[in-house]
T-cell receptor
Framework: NAGVTQTPKFQVLKTGQSMTLQCAQD?????MSWYRQDPGMGLRLIHY???????DQGEVPNGYNVSRSTTEDFPLRLLSAAPSQTSVYFC???????????FGEGSWLTVV | EDKVVQSPLSLVVHEGDTVTLNCSYE??????LLWYKQEKKAPTFLFML????IEKKSGRLSSILDKKELFSILNITATQTGDSAIYLC???????????FGKGTLLTVNP
């Protein structure tokens, strides 16, 4: 049972580069979300999805895109990386938004 | 805008002490409140609270929700060094029932 799988675990990008953080879950969860965690800021919601084909913005969506073409996958795209996007990114999923949230192991991203 | 405020932001105690962590919230369409413990990697689930006044308990940890006063507390009795972590409070609510996290409380338990 893989749970929530995030890749890559570590990435260094140059300013202006684009990349995609992958997130997949095998629990048939409808609700998926992306958070970033910065020191002293807690977990901040970037984008979330309540089902395939449906996405919405969270608290800090600027500079990020998402899509949800399947129930299993919820990739997060950085369009043009900036040093302010240096952070730890967590993908999460749950059966629905009110149930236990399962987190991926995190992706450590550094933008230089 | 939905808000979740945790206090204190950091706390240093000695082994054996009892601690109380606070979480207050302002969200529309409240559905549930969750507590997580985060050590070095991803947060791990502790409790989910949906009803006022019903204490959830797991070993030395317990939590209760007050939906009238819009807050929850997490108690840890007889703290151990392994309790050192960031404790996160999150509330499900708002439009589309999204999850909003507080900034967390960094607990350090010294031997």
């Amino acid at each position: 049972n893989a749970g929530v799988t995030q890749t890559p675990k570590f990435q260094v990008l140059k300013t202006g580069q684009s990349m995609t953080l992958q997130c997949a879950q095998d629990m048939n969860h409808e609700y998926m979300s992306w958070y970033r965690q910065d020191p002293g800021m807690g977990l901040r919601l970037i984008h979330y999805s309540v089902g395939a084909g449906i996405t919405d913005q969270g608290e800090v969506p600027n500079g990020y895109n998402v899509s949800r073409s399947t129930t299993e996958d919820f990739p997060l795209r950085l369009l043009s990386a900036a040093p302010s996007q240096t952070s730890v990114y967590f993908c999460a999923s749950s059966y629905d938004s009110g149930n236990t949230i399962y987190f991926g192991e995190g992706s450590w991203l550094t933008v230089v | 805008e939905d808000k979740v405020v945790q206090s204190p932001l950091s706390l240093v105690v000695h082994e054996g002490d009892t601690v109380t962590l606070n979480c207050s919230y302002e969200v529309t369409n409240f559905r549930s409140l969750l507590w997580y413990k985060q050590e070095k990697k991803a947060p791990t689930f502790l409790f989910m609270l949906t009803s006022s006044g019903i204490e959830k308990k797991s070993g030395r940890l317990s939590s209760i929700l007050d939906k009238k006063e819009l807050f929850s507390i997490l108690n840890i009795t007889a703290t151990q060094t392994g309790d050192s972590a960031i404790y996160l409070c999150a509330v499900v609510g708002g439009s589309n029932y999204k999850l909003t996290f507080g900034k967390g409380t960094l607990l350090t338990v010294n031997p």
